[in-house]
């Protein structure tokens, strides 16, 4: 069975603030695939990265930054000095290797980013 | 620009009636899937399917059908609309893993069932 969980429902800040957006993973797969997908309020959720279980590598492109932890089971994502276009609703993702693989969401965090 | 189509963006149906929700993508995408999110329960899969013909069922799919006659068109199949099926419903197509960077999502369709 695969779990995803993102604690944090609703985070406001305050614009150029940095925020960091929770989370946390099951799976008993040995190769998986972690994402994050964005959907703003026009509704259509857009992919922004994935990441392989064998490669723990950060990542940063812009103001984004992902941090994957084996070790304590979590993708993190972190946006740094954030916009107003940044209020989104966030969504971490899991999908296992096999070609059947089922892909699990997170409940999704609701970001606020205030003028 | 790659896209994934799905055929309405609002859509009003009487209880009991079978309703279908059409998607299309022209990624030649082998894997499509059906999602309905939901405030506070994030998003559900309902089916999905790997390939031509090929079908799995999601963590929800009571109450749903799908078909995937052609690899671009997929879509899904109420018997019997109730009014717990009103919903935002999502489409989205993938590569297989490896190859998998990500869904391409479309757009939506909200049912609303009266």
């Known amino acids: 069975a695969q779990k995803v969980t993102q604690a944090q429902t609703e985070i406001s800040v305050v614009e150029k603030e940095d925020v960091t957006l929770d989370c946390v993973y099951e799976?008993?797969?040995?190769?998986?695939?972690l994402f994050w997908y964005k959907q703003p309020p026009s509704g259509e959720l857009v992919f922004l990265i994935r990441?392989?279980?064998?490669?723990?590598q950060n990542e940063i492109s812009g103001r984004y930054s992902w941090n994957f932890q084996k070790s304590t089971s979590s993708f993190n994502f972190t946006i740094t000095a954030s916009q107003v276009v940044d209020s989104a609703v966030y969504f971490c993702?899991?999908?296992?290797?096999?070609?059947?693989?089922?892909?699990?969401f997170g409940d999704g965090t609701t970001l606020t980013v205030k003028p | 620009d790659v896209k994934v189509t799905q055929s309405s963006r609002y859509l009003v149906k009487r209880t009991g009636e079978k309703v279908f929700l059409e998607c299309v993508q022209d990624?030649?995408?082998?894997?499509m899937f059906w999602y309905r999110q939901d405030p506070g329960l994030g998003l559900r899969l309902i089916y999905f399917?790997?390939?031509?013909?090929?079908?799995e069922k999601g963590d929800i799919p009571e109450g749903y059908s799908v078909s995937r006659e052609k690899k671009e068109r997929f879509s899904l199949i109420l018997e019997s609309a109730s009014t717990n099926q009103t919903s935002m419903y999502l489409c989205?197509?993938?590569?297989?893993?490896?190859?998998?960077?990500?869904?391409?999502f479309g757009s939506g369709t909200r049912l609303t069932v009266v």
């Open positions: 993702a899991l999908r296992g290797h096999t070609n059947a693989g089922k892909s699990t």
């Open positions: 989205a197509s993938s590569l297989p893993p490896p190859e998998h960077y990500g869904y391409t």
């Open positions: 799976t008993r797969d040995t190769t998986y695939y």
């Open positions: 990624m030649d995408h082998e894997n």
């Open positions: 399917s790997y390939d031509v013909k090929m079908k």
């Open positions: 990441r392989n279980s064998f490669d723990e």
